[in-house]
Nanobody
Framework: QVQLVESGGGLVQPGGSLRLSCVISGFTSDDYEIGWFRQAPGKEREGVSCIHSSDGTLNYEEPVKGRFTISRDKANNAVYLQMNSLKPEDTAVYYC??????????????????????WGQGTQVTVSS
């Protein structure tokens, strides 16, 4: 049974930083992708970034390029999202999600919401002064 548990959200001032963590369990192979997504009130869920568990190929959506960094810790089965230079428009519930053998690989297409089968419970990020 695949499980994902996020942590690290909170309240931060504009320009500040947060690091989100996603601990993954239940996969029997090392061939899956992890994506970070976010959903603001009244808006659709959107992709943020993604990474392949084995080869580390990754991708970012345009609004976060240069500010967010995704990384993986294979020893601890975790994926992190370092978020710097946060803006009020980054306020949302952030989710990590996983997919095995995707049709649309992260490296080419970025995080595609409908591709992902397993989802965490989400963690709130609020950027406000």
């Amino acid at each position: 049974q695949v499980q994902l548990v996020e942590s690290g959200g909170g309240l931060v001032q504009p320009g500040g930083s947060l690091r989100l963590s996603c601990v993954i369990s239940g996969f029997t192979s090392d061939d899956y992708e992890i994506g970070w997504f976010r959903q603001a009130p009244g808006k659709e869920r959107e992709g943020v970034s993604c990474i392949h568990s084995s080869d580390g190929t990754l991708n970012y959506e345009e609004p976060v390029k240069g500010r967010f960094t995704i990384s993986r810790d294979k020893a601890n089965n975790a994926v992190y999202l370092q978020m710097n230079s946060l803006k009020p428009e980054d306020t949302a519930v952030y989710y990590c999600a996983a997919v095995e053998d995707p049709h649309y690989y992260c490296s080419a297409y970025g995080p595609v919401v409908n591709e992902y089968d397993y989802w965490g419970q989400g963690t709130q990020v609020t950027v406000s002064s």
